[in-house]
């Protein structure tokens, strides 16, 4: 895997965290290229059938942590830290601000599906925002104009606002676009509180929670819900900076909160 390093982002504002204009953003703008062309509705169904229920491999949490620890993500304009110190900082900024314990640990293991990416997949059929496919591309969507090479853009079916989806069908009926938001939350979906498994699900959705786009196929429990996705999204974002937090200083605590709510291994 392609080890990316981005310019330091210490001593930004916030207003310029997710700025795709920039020059340096080359390699952004090439992961994108590659997910909008290659991400189509029959591929999303394609890796749904490979990769759920997921079954690959077992391991605890700590592994996991591990295991990531060795990527950096190439569709974040924002970052040059490993995943596991993505994962700390966020969670790190969660419990400073007081928040419960079951959101301090969704902090901690919102990515952990990134792990697709070091069992050989792609990093556009695992990171990057994610969009929903069988119906048509918002063009809001980051980098929209790349959808052009898209084949399901030429697909009479998938071309409606609502495509192949009834009108308030919910979320959970929509197939969005493959990667790590997704198969985490398939695998912790009986183990989080309901706005854990939104935020873990839906969290690289930005067309829906920042754009404000796609109500037309949500229904009233996806509202209800969408703050609270909104509410992970600015520590999923604003806690990122250079300064890496002390793993050894804090893996005691993070070790009790992960054994107070989750089975001692997960399926992968
Ligand atoms: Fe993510
Ligand atoms: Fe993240």
Redesign the pocket.
């Known amino acids: 895997m392609a080890q990316k390093v981005y310019p330091d982002p210490q001593g930004r504002g916030r207003k310029t965290y997710r700025d795709y204009s920039r020059e340096t953003c080359s390699c952004v703008r090439e992961f994108y290229r590659l997910h909008h062309r290659h991400q189509t509705f029959e591929f999303v169904l394609q890796k749904q059938k490979e990769w759920l229920p997921p079954r690959r491999r077992k391991m605890t949490v700590m592994e996991a942590l591990d295991f990531l620890n060795t990527l950096v993500d190439d569709s974040d304009p924002d970052i040059e830290l490993d995943q596991l110190q993505h994962l700390l900082q966020t969670s790190e900024a969660i419990r400073q601000a007081g928040h419960e314990d079951w959101f301090v640990l969704t902090g901690l293991l919102?990515?952990l599906g990134k792990v697709l990416c070091l069992f050989g997949e792609p990093q556009w059929a695992v990171?990057g925002d994610t969009h929903p496919v069988g119906c048509a591309f918002n063009d809001r969507i980051v980098y929209a104009e790349f959808f052009e090479a898209n084949k399901d853009k030429r697909n009479p079916r998938f071309n409606t606002e609502t495509g192949i989806y009834e009108a308030g069908c919910g979320l959970r009926r929509v197939h969005l676009s493959w990667g790590?938001?997704e198969y985490l939350f398939q695998i912790l979906k009986d183990q989080l509180p309901e706005p854990a498994l939104y935020m873990i699900r839906y969290?690289?959705f930005y067309a829906w929670h920042r754009e404000g786009q796609y109500d037309f196929l949500c229904d009233d429990h996806d509202r209800e819900m969408l703050p609270w996705v909104r509410r992970f999204n600015a520590y999923?974002l604003y806690s990122k900076n250079s300064n890496p937090p002390d793993w050894r200083r804090l893996q005691k605590y993070y070790r009790a909160l992960v054994a107070d709510h989750l089975p001692e291994r997960l399926i992968f």
Request: overall charge negative; cysteine-free.
């Open positions: 919102h990515d990171v790590h938001d969290h690289s999923d």
